[in-house]
């Protein structure tokens, strides 16, 4: 096996002309549509934001990816243009606020904020209205299967009277119609939030339309016909505001800056994060999408109140006779609220099942089932690993509820940084405490649109008598670590898990990470000194575990050394890293440092990347690539050759919850864990970082000029395909069956 293996690095390790003689030509539909090239970059890295937008950019073709169930391409289309949204309302904000102070600060590619505002625009942009035409062109395809999006002309008067008798039901006492004047505020309309607006002859009238409203009803008969709510309120409007003439009617949404506000210090964390989700709700407006039915006269009025715009500006394009659309921050689609679209398959899939992919469900992990799901004499036995999505999350469930109601167990102590409302991690948390066990809950309530979830678990676990602490202001908390401690024979012996996921069952479903159980002492020893670091701010160094933000980016450099040593010496040298994002610039040029030294670097980084790969004399043997398929790709694996060419037997193999991120390296908590175990080596180097590498069905690799190319399938590999198969027909990790036939099949 890993005289095969080194074959298929050896071929991954080509140069980068081989690669590109793969790469496809650009595929039809998303990609026909003209958008801003934009290159953001100094001689050595790339612009962080436009590679994010690059990342946006890959989601949205796979929409056009006929490979895929249309079912699935609509949803990819809803997944980026929600993405694309938050890039606003977090990215575009950020930059707003920084290009106002015009501070001089210039980011690590030689771009200020205002330049990077400017051309993350154009970019952004252009590709919200890609996204709409791309829409149009999924909307044809439905139609071909009798899903459809009917126009008022062409509903009949069976389906007038029965879209009249649907408002009144359900639409009519849940909106408010606001007049706008000094004795009448304009209401507030949260972000990513929709409201219809009435331009009458004795002014504008504002029906904010809330969340909990379908965004499409469809219509009854046969078929599948929908109509956006936005277009019944049409209808209807004089149900509301009856004896009026109505000028014009239209549909906006809005973004608004979503960062908390992190001016006012507090020593209660809790307290800081609820003034901020507060303060959050009065956040400036950065984005104003508005129908193509809304006039320019209601597109002023919004402007105005909205405080996008002051009165002279207005006045200003009036008296030139300029539409607002072409501002920086507002735009025209025929579509408001293109995320919604994943509503219509929700309603229709029941009757089109071979529009989806196809249902998969996630095998329990053998080594537990071995031991008839004790957690603790299977750990007793050898170190575990579980790949999610591919294998369940039910095995770190089971190991919680297990260790709750074990009478040797005496604490529990967990990292939460995003979970389930409806957690079941946090009801064996709960059971533990209220079984007289010590329980420890370290919360990070400043995770990104899940404050508020996290704010009510944690009172809800403190309730139970769980010891919860809020971390340390100024350091996010995003490792993800549980560790139990049992008695056995007099002894306190510790039982890790440790993994790259959250502990959030729903999106163990969708994202791809390693999920780790051990019985190791020093990797448990090391676990508690994080959390006595995250409960006392006292700093002691682990013996095994690298953690941040002390340790982590000293040993990652220390071990791009060894490889450069290694290739100095003459002996074989190789690093591969699978995460999301690289953006340090320093790691970018110990990397760059390791190329031109003689180390092959392959990287395989989902979203962001600053690094520039393929420049003779600059990073000539650094291959970047990026897989976007059916589930998120989120694991974070570290493998370095030690001399010899990447294999399982030798590899000195990690995995972590840090990306390559100066944030993550010097601003959070995060851990990376060395792989001892042959069994869990296995399943990292032979495993995921091969079948990563030999993908070629999802896979787009990044030139020197920040383009991305799909690479035109030659073996008809798709690694996330691979996962499903091989734990279906057993344990990840035991390819005896699987692995020499796909590895033989074109190697």
Not at 476 to 502: F, P, Q, S
Not at 552 to 573: F, K, Q, T, W, Y
Not at 622 to 647: A, D, M, P, T, W
Not at 708 to 725: D, I, K, N, W
Request: glycine share 6%.
């Amino acid at each position: 096996m890993s005289e095969i293996f080194s074959k298929l690095w050896r071929r991954m390790a080509r140069p980068s002309s081989a690669v590109q003689a793969q790469v496809a030509p650009p595929p039809r539909g998303v990609a026909d549509v003209p958008l801003v090239p934009l290159k953001g970059t100094s001689d050595r890295l790339f612009n962080r934001e436009i590679s994010d937008l690059l990342f946006i950019e890959r989601v949205m073709e796979e929409s056009a990816n006929e490979k895929h169930p249309l079912f699935e391409r609509v949803r990819f289309l809803s997944i980026a243009a929600d993405v694309l949204d938050q890039f606003y309302a977090v990215r575009v904000a950020k930059l707003r606020r920084s290009a106002a102070k015009n501070d001089g600060y210039m980011t690590p590619d030689g771009m200020t904020a205002a330049q990077q505002l400017k051309a993350v625009t154009s970019k952004a942009n252009a590709m919200m209205h890609v996204q709409q035409q791309q829409w149009v062109s999924l909307r044809r395809e439905l139609a071909e299967h009798d899903i459809t999006f009917p126009t008022v002309a062409e509903l009949s008067d069976e389906d007038l009277e029965w879209l009249r008798h649907y408002f009144r039901s359900h639409f009519l006492h849940v909106l408010t119609p606001f007049t706008i004047d000094e004795e009448h505020p304009f209401p507030f309309i949260a972000s990513g939030g929709m409201c219809a607006i009435l331009d009458l002859n004795d002014g504008h009238i504002l029906l904010p339309m809330p969340s909990r409203l379908p965004r499409f009803v469809k219509l009854p008969g046969s078929g599948y016909r929908f109509l956006p709510s936005g277009l019944m309120i049409r209808l209807f409007w004089r149900e509301l505001v009856p004896g009026e003439v109505l000028k014009s009617f239209g549909v906006f949404q809005i973004l608004r800056d979503n960062d908390l506000a992190r001016e006012e210090m507090n020593d209660d964390l809790r307290a800081k994060v609820e003034t901020g989700l507060r303060l959050r709700h009065k956040a400036n407006v950065i984005r104003l999408k508005v129908a193509e039915t809304m006039s320019e006269e209601s597109i002023r009025f919004v402007a105005e109140h909205l405080g996008m715009l002051t009165r002279q500006e207005i006045q200003f394009a009036q008296n030139r006779n300029e539409s607002l659309t072409g501002s920086e921050f507002i735009m025209s689609a025929p579509l408001v609220g293109l995320s919604g679209i994943s509503q219509v398959i929700d309603v229709a899939g029941s009757d089109y099942p071979g529009f989806f992919f196809p249902p998969y469900r996630p095998r329990y992990p053998r080594q537990l089932d071995k031991f008839d799901n004790d957690c603790f004499k299977a750990m007793q036995h050898s170190d575990i690993v579980a790949h999610w999505p591919y294998e369940s999350f039910d095995s770190v469930i089971r190991f919680l509820e297990q260790a709750a109601k074990d009478p040797d167990v005496v604490s529990i102590k967990q990292t939460l940084y995003r979970t389930s409302d409806e957690s079941p991690i946090v009801e064996a948390m709960i059971t533990a405490a209220e079984n007289g066990k010590t329980v420890l809950a370290v919360v990070e309530l400043e995770a990104r649109d899940n404050e508020q979830s996290n704010i009510q678990l944690a009172r809800k676990m403190e309730t139970a008598g769980v010891q919860i602490v809020y971390g340390i202001i100024g350091l996010k908390i995003r490792c993800k670590a549980t560790l139990v401690v049992r008695m056995e024979d007099g002894e306190a012996i510790t039982y890790t898990h440790l993994g790259t996921g959250n502990y959030h069952p729903r999106n163990a479903k969708m994202y791809t990470d390693v999920s780790f159980f051990t019985r190791d002492q020093a990797i448990g020893h090391d676990t508690h000194l994080v959390f006595s670091y995250l409960t006392s701010e006292k700093v002691q160094q682990p013996t095994k575990l690298a953690v941040a933000p002390y340790f982590l980016r000293s040993r990652l450099n220390g071990l791009i050394d060894r490889e450069v040593a290694h290739a100095r010496a003459g002996r074989p040298a190789h690093i591969c890293i699978k995460v999301n994002s690289l953006t340090d610039p320093d790691i970018t040029e110990k990397l760059y440092e390791a190329s031109e030294a003689g180390v092959q670097v392959d990287l395989i980084i989902r979203r962001h990347c600053v690094l520039r790969p393929g420049v003779p004399g600059m990073s000539s043997r650094i291959r970047v690539r990026s897989i976007v398929g059916r589930f998120l790709e989120h694991s974070r694996v570290y493998l370095f050759g030690g001399g010899q060419q990447i294999q399982a037997e030798t590899a000195e193999a990690y995995f972590g919850s840090a990306d390559l991120m100066e944030r993550n390296l010097d601003e959070r908590a995060e851990i990376l864990v060395p792989v001892e175990d042959p069994y869990v080596r296995r399943v990292l180097v032979d495993g995921i970082m091969h079948a990563n590498l030999r993908d070629d069905e999802q896979s787009w690799v990044l030139d020197a000029d920040n383009v991305y190319h799909r690479l035109e399938p030659v073996e008809g590999f798709s690694a996330q395909r691979y996962f499903m198969q091989s734990v279906d027909q057993g344990a990840l990790g035991e390819f005896s069956s699987v692995m020499p036939r796909l590895l033989n099949s074109g190697t």
